[in-house]
């Protein structure tokens, strides 16, 4: 898949991928937890029901632990630029810069200033201004996706830019370009989808796993079902803006699009869609596949008629746009059987999240006791609790190794974007260490969440104590005792 050979390119590029997918395991479950916990938070406001406060803070404190691994695993993304791909920055520092910095000065501050206010001030302001600061977290967070998403999109998709004739790149002309830029907002709604599906997920998952223990049954019944609904209004935006994404691609990444599909050769009007394939790589064929007709032109254009172009064709275009900057050497053939069954991955994962999530609220209605007796459910969903994270990936994986050999698309290859001055022997112990340190931030994220869990909601203490007084009496949430635990 990725050339990991040991080269610097092939270990340059090991190590991104590395720190990106361990990364954007912590990003989506923050994004869509933030905002999880701000529902749960508001209906304590409006319901005035001292479990929804419960909710708030007990899924809360995971939120806390996903944030902070968040933080550490970003900063050390950012190292990458500045170590391994010294060539990118400079070619791309002028565009990068401004996003980078809006990103870290108004999102990240607004989210990083509004956590500590949330946790450290439980019942010193009345609750509607306290669910209001988890309001601004979830905010900032999902502001903060737009800054970097706006920096990747330009990769995707240069625009808003001139190439400096001195210096050979690339200037800013237009920030209002680099913000319009169309790939941002297809991928925008589609990334923060992605984070409340993992967010949902996670949580029913874990509710799943204690209703199986019949631990605390009515609130995690009550959590699941905010998971559920969540969970199943993402699920159907993912679909929905994966197909606005799928359908751009046809006409600005084609090469991507026809790998997705496992097109070698262009498609007939029938429009073959394969199930299954298997290809050879090397020699560009498919050697077998399983095709449904018409569901490849129902996908591409919404009708049963159409062609697409295969990869051998786009590769002919690709080396006649090209050949006379980049030479008649250049590879367009991009990862096949990765970007294949990525794809399938991803669209039959949002398929099924949505199922599940229907399937969950009907045996989990109010009254019925269905849910605690469909246990072959709650396996299903205590081990789909690590589809979304799987799903991400595959869906980066789509973004990212389908623009090879691009750095940034048409501008600048992966081969010219790497640090001279890297060596093997440095970039091998750089991955090792970086691999034993997200191994341990994995492991201690998974410890500490498991131990919240088993802990149960009654353990969960915010602000220094519990939100249960001893004699496990639940405090009224709007009454004076609550202000008086100094
Ligand atoms: C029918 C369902 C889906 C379709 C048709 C779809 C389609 C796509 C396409 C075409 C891309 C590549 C976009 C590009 O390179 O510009 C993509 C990327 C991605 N997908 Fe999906 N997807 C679906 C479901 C999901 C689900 C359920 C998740 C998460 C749980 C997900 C997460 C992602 C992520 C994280 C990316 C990379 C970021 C991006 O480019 O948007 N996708 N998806």
């Known amino acids: 898949m990725l050339n990991a050979g040991l080269t610097v390119l092939g270990l340059s590029r090991f190590q991104f991928a590395m720190t990106t997918v361990f990364h954007f395991f912590f990003v989506p479950f ?71 910095a809006i990103e870290a000065l108004a999102a990240f501050f607004l989210e990083s200033t509004f956590i500590g206010l949330w946790m450290f001030t439980w019942e010193r302001f009345k609750p509607w201004l306290h669910a209001l600061f988890i309001w601004l977290v979830a905010i900032g967070s999902s502001l903060s996706a737009v800054w970097i998403l706006a920096a990747n999109s330009f990769m995707q998709n240069p ?87 799928t359908r751009y691609l046809i006409n600005q990444q084609p090469m991507k699009f026809a790998a997705m599909e496992g097109l070698y050769k262009d498609s007939t009007n029938k429009g073959d869609w394969a199930v299954y394939s298997s290809f050879n790589t090397k020699q560009h064929k498919t050697t077998a596949s399983l095709d449904v007709p018409y569901v490849l032109n129902i996908l591409s254009y919404h009708r049963l008629s159409g062609t697409v172009k295969g990869q051998n064709t786009i590769n002919q275009e690709m080396h006649a746009t090209y050949d006379k900057k980049f030479g008649k050497d250049m590879n367009y053939y991009v990862p096949t059987k990765t970007l294949f069954w990525s794809f399938r991955l991803m669209a039959v994962s949002g398929g099924l999240f ?118 496990g009496k639940v405090e009224d949430p709007y009454g004076t005792e609550a202000f008086n635990h100094d």
Not at 63 to 77: E, K, N, W
């Open 159 to 245: 625009v808003g830019f001139a190439i400096n004739k001195t210096t050979g790149r690339v200037v800013m002309t237009s920030f209002s370009a680099v913000v319009k830029n169309p790939q941002l907002w297809l991928e925008l709604p589609h990334v923060l989808m992605g984070a409340g599906i993992t967010a949902s997920f996670v949580i029913a998952g874990c509710c799943a796993w204690r209703l199986l223990k019949k631990d605390h049954v009515s609130f995690y019944r009550k959590s699941l079902n905010v998971a559920l609904v969540i969970g199943l209004i993402a699920s159907i935006g993912s679909v929905a803006a994966g197909d606005f994404q």
């Open 354 to 471: 949505a199922l599940m999530a229907i399937v969950g609220l009907f045996f989990n209605r109010r009254k019925s006791q269905l849910i605690m007796r469909q246990r072959w459910f709650l396996y299903i969903m205590g081990l789909m609790l690590w589809l979304p994270f799987l799903v991400n990936t595959a869906g980066w994986f789509i973004t990212e190794l389908g623009r090879y050999p691009w750095v940034v698309y048409g501008l600048l290859t992966i081969a010219d974007a790497v640090s001279p001055t890297s060596t093997v022997g440095s970039l091998l112990f750089t991955n090792i260490v970086y691999f034993l340190l997200f191994a341990g931030l994995g492991l201690v994220m998974i410890v500490l969440s498991h131990r919240t869990l088993t802990a149960g909601p009654d353990g969960v203490e915010m602000n220094g104590y519990s939100s249960e007084d001893t004699s």
């Open 30 to 100: 923050s994004i869509g937890l933030a905002v999880i916990v701000a529902v749960m938070e508001t209906m304590y406001v409006i319901k005035k029901e001292a479990t929804y406060k419960k909710m708030a803070q007990f899924w809360g404190k995971i939120f806390l632990y996903s944030f902070a691994v968040g933080v550490v695993t970003g900063i050390i993304q950012e190292f990458q630029f500045g170590m391994n791909w010294s060539e990118y920055s400079r070619f791309m520092g002028d565009i990068f810069g401004a996003p980078l």
